[in-house]
């Protein structure tokens, strides 16, 4: 029953920006920690960045502060990934998660791609 539905992502010219939604279903989603993760072809999958259910405090990787927004809505049930000043190394399959404890739901991810 429980599912994460991610959309948005595609294809942008370096500079660009591209927007990720997810929108969770069959559990307390606000009792989730959502988090982004993506992984390129041949490369080790990373966490990009992550916000906490309690008090909304977001984690951002090195490689992508100052350009990449995290943020939930939870009377919406819905969590974004504003991606600004994209790269081509941003490249990847991004993957919504959401994750309590042992628990993790997995999207099926969205294609990235940042190219000339």
């Given at each position: 029953?429980a599912q994460?539905?991610?959309?948005?992502g595609?294809l942008?010219?370096?500079?660009g920006?591209?927007?990720l939604?997810c929108?969770p279903?069959?559990?307390?989603?606000?009792?989730?920690?959502?988090?982004?993760?993506r992984?390129?072809?041949?490369k080790?999958?990373?966490l990009v960045?992550?916000i906490?259910?309690?008090d909304n405090?977001?984690?951002?990787?090195d490689?992508?502060k100052?350009r990449?927004?995290i943020s939930?809505?939870n009377l919406?049930?819905?969590a974004?990934?504003q991606?600004?000043s994209l790269?081509?190394?941003?490249?990847?399959?991004?993957?919504?998660?959401?994750?309590?404890q042992?628990?993790?739901?997995?999207?099926?991810?969205?294609?990235v791609a940042?190219s000339?």
């Amino acid at each position: 029953q429980a599912q994460v539905v991610e959309s948005g992502g595609g294809l942008v010219q370096p500079g660009g920006s591209l927007r990720l939604s997810c929108a969770p279903s069959g559990f307390r989603f606000r009792a989730f920690t959502m988090s982004w993760y993506r992984q390129a072809p041949g490369k080790e999958r990373e966490l990009v960045a992550s916000i906490r259910s309690v008090d909304n405090l977001a984690n951002y990787a090195d490689f992508v502060k100052g350009r990449f927004i995290i943020s939930r809505d939870n009377l919406n049930n819905t969590a974004y990934l504003q991606m600004n000043s994209l790269k081509p190394e941003d490249t990847a399959v991004y993957y919504c998660i959401a994750g309590i404890q042992c628990y993790s739901y997995w999207g099926q991810g969205r294609q990235v791609a940042v190219s000339s």
